[in-house]
């Protein structure tokens, strides 16, 4: 009669010499190389620092590319012990290496005594589907789609720049998108808000953001802020994001987001938009011009979309809000040229991009100074505003 499977491995753990974790630890980093014997799905899950990975099933085909040296000091584990007792086996009898340990209750006992273990960074199989189109490039990958999913951006306003900029970044795959918006849907707003529809008009619109955001990509954490921000909270907002997305519609505002985002060297990627025509630039702080460094003092009132209800066509944010995610994304990837120190002007109706150089302004009230000296009273420091827009007539 044959034996059990489970007396096999019993024999075969005792013709294999076993290794205690405390001794493999030792050992690491002293001569002794590490197989994970797993398959890819547990080895993708957790594994212990420094090991290589070769399948059991895999054994007599990759083990020589792993380890040459057929008198190394290998150490073989699994989950429990049993597996890399068999992989030992293995080796040693059929491939003739001479100095092959099974580790002692696997990557289990190593756990169970607090012992060091990685758990990588990869993309789930749905992941791999959902962002295929980004796995194509080599200036994304793998490696720039979980910088993305890492990524944290801060949205401010889901009105008609935030609305494009947040679907096309939560289809992108960035995984905590912030809005801050203390609003709620308006008729009026639906003609270029599209994040938003008819059936929630009433609702605040970070909660008509989220359910659309989450509709798109259950991979994004939608972080509602609906608040107005001002000098009480703007620091709090921004401090726990990489990047600030832009989309404020007044001013004094824009003054405080710029000082504040100086202080905590936050890059922000701004637009602005009025009639048929938009702006875009990046302020990279310390890097490039700041907002103040572009508008030492408030552009004519007359500019100042807040000031009253301006017109403005409904597909422009669209434009806007699109070249502002645009940014965000090669920001996070590092890749490309951001709109650092340039200040992008499109007008629609004549169909025309026009490029601006923006310096560093040396005498700058906020960049020309250590971020640790902006006090609070100096951020925002801004003409009345209803004086300002009275001016305006
Ligand atoms: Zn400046």
Redesign the pocket.
């Given at each position: 009669m044959s034996p059990s499977g489970a007396e096999v491995i019993r024999q075969i753990k005792e013709r294999v010499s076993e290794i205690d974790p405390a001794e493999v630890r030792e050992g690491l980093g002293n001569g002794v190389v590490l197989v994970d014997v797993r398959e890819g799905e547990e080895y993708e899950r957790e594994r212990i620092p420094s090991a290589v990975h070769v399948p059991r099933g895999y054994l007599e085909s990759r083990i020589e590319g792993e380890v040459r040296d057929r008198d190394a000091h290998v150490v073989l584990y699994c989950a429990s012990g049993s597996r890399s007792a068999l992989a030992a086996d293995t080796l040693q009898q059929l491939l003739g290496y001479s100095n092959v340990e099974s580790m002692t209750g696997g990557i289990t006992l190593w756990k169970d005594r607090g012992y060091e273990t990685e758990v990588p960074k990869t993309l789930t199989k749905e992941q791999r589907d959902r962002y295929s189109r980004h796995l194509l490039l080599p200036e994304v990958g793998v490696e720039g789609q979980q910088k993305l999913l890492d990524a944290k951006v801060l949205l401010l306003g889901a009105g008609g720049l935030g609305s494009p900029a947040a679907l096309y970044l939560a289809a992108a795959g960035v995984g905590t998108l912030g809005i801050v918006d203390d609003d709620e849907v308006d008729l009026s707003n639906l003609q270029r808000q599209v994040i938003h529809t008819t059936d929630r008009i009433g609702v605040p619109k970070v909660d008509s953001a989220e359910e659309t955001l989450n509709a798109i990509n259950p991979d994004v954490d939608v972080v509602k802020h609906p608040v107005r921000l001002d000098a009480s909270n703007v620091i709090e907002l921004i401090e726990p994001y990489d990047i600030v997305v832009d989309g404020l519609d007044n001013f004094p505002t824009r003054y405080l987001l710029n000082d504040a985002s100086v202080r905590l060297r936050k890059p922000v990627v701004s637009a602005s938009i009025l009639g048929f025509d938009g702006q875009l630039s990046v302020f990279q702080p310390y890097e490039g011009?700041?907002y103040?460094?572009l508008y030492p003092v408030p552009p004519p009132a007359e500019l100042a979309p807040s000031c009253g209800a301006n017109g403005v066509l409904g597909v422009l944010p669209g434009t806007m809000g699109l070249l502002q995610a645009t940014e965000v994304v090669k920001l996070v990837l590092d890749q490309g040229e951001p709109l650092v120190g340039r200040l992008l002007l499109y007008e629609a109706l004549g169909a025309t991009f026009t490029e601006l150089k923006v310096r560093?302004?040396p005498e700058?009230p906020?960049?020309?100074r250590d971020p640790e000296s902006i006090t609070d009273e100096e951020m925002g420091v801004f003409p009345d505003y209803e004086a300002f827009c009275a001016a305006a007539g």
């Open positions: 011009p700041c103040r460094c560093r302004d700058c906020i960049c020309s």
